[in-house]
């Protein structure tokens, strides 16, 4: 698409969207449906869009309330300012701090209404002190490591971490719950370690009830979980990757594709694609060596074209090395040379059928083409999750797919 299609926060059509001709481009539309589609896998769990790290580089707040439009009623966070950012945006919504906020953030946190991960007994007390000075009773999800190894209270010391909040009459005990590391695995190990990890925050359970402390809400599943082990879905779910349309597995499970069949409905759909135009172009001799070290020899007399943004802009520089390619004119281009801070330079062939001011697309379709995040993240030996929160700040998201529209 060229830039006379792109729309911009209002949804008007904008040809200016900074000086470079760059931009990502977010589509609120995809969003719902994949929010519509999770909230239907997990029910009568409900669903939780995972919203962290400005919604992986598309934009916390507008991905937000589509998430919610679509049909999430929670939202999760990773920081305490990523919380406040949603509620200065006038966004009501259950919103859940994944991890146990600093002891100097628990007043934010409290008075915002933000709803509390906690492990330990110094995070107790701090939110317990600041919620009794403000006068309110804050909701409190205990996080139980059952296997991730990362955060969480031990399990032999969860009865004592849950009675220390119930002991608190400024914290409500709201729920219980865990983390799968390999729910997206696609060995056996994978599988039966995530099992197992069910069947773990089952006991965890279990010993609360026996202790008096049952937990209202139990939440497991991450968006492998959701999808592929019903058994994890329980109370909440909390998706993040496949709220921004790409399928947590390596391949396309068996699984996503049942889901979908069973729902009726569209798949997951692409919400990010990644696109700029086309600067500068020249043709170069063969043996012709462009880019910083001169690494790459042109193979013939090449159509060289210079696109504007480069590893500063979440194009790294192993992208050339591994041999990720762009596509114009609809067909997949490789780069000519090594990454720039503020430029690629890319192949286009004998073909002469090149112009300033043509449409380049690095994540997204582009006629018949298409390169996903997951097709980055191949070549990368990454994932979509590292893609996406890779592209740089100076990247302009451009927010299509208002409420309404298609």
Known sequence: MSRAGVRDETGAASTARGSRPVWAEIDLGAVRHNASLLARVAAPAALCAVVKADAYGHGAVPVARAALEGGATWLAVATPEEGLELRAAGISAPVLVLSEPPVDAMVDVVAHGLTLTLYTRRGIRAAAEASARAGVVTDVHVKVDTGMHRVGAERAELVQVVEAVAAEPSLCFAALWTHFPVADGVEREDRSYTEEQIRSLGAARDALERAGHSPPLLHAANSAGALAYPASRLDL?????ALYGVSPFPVVDPVVA???ASTGAQGLRPVLSLRAEVTLVRRLDAAERPSYGRLHALGTRSTVATVPLGYADGVPRR???NGGTVLVGGRRRPLAGMVTMDQIVVDCGPSEDVAVGDDVVLIGEQGAGSITAS??????????????????????????GREGEA
């Open 237 to 241: 779910v909390r998706c993040g990757i």
């Open 258 to 260: 049942d889901v979908v």
């Open 319 to 321: 992208y050339f090395t």
């Open 375 to 400: 097709d980055w993240a191949d070549v990368l030996g990454t994932i979509a999750h590292e893609v996406f929160c890779g592209i740089g700040a100076r990247v302009p998201r451009v927010v299509v």
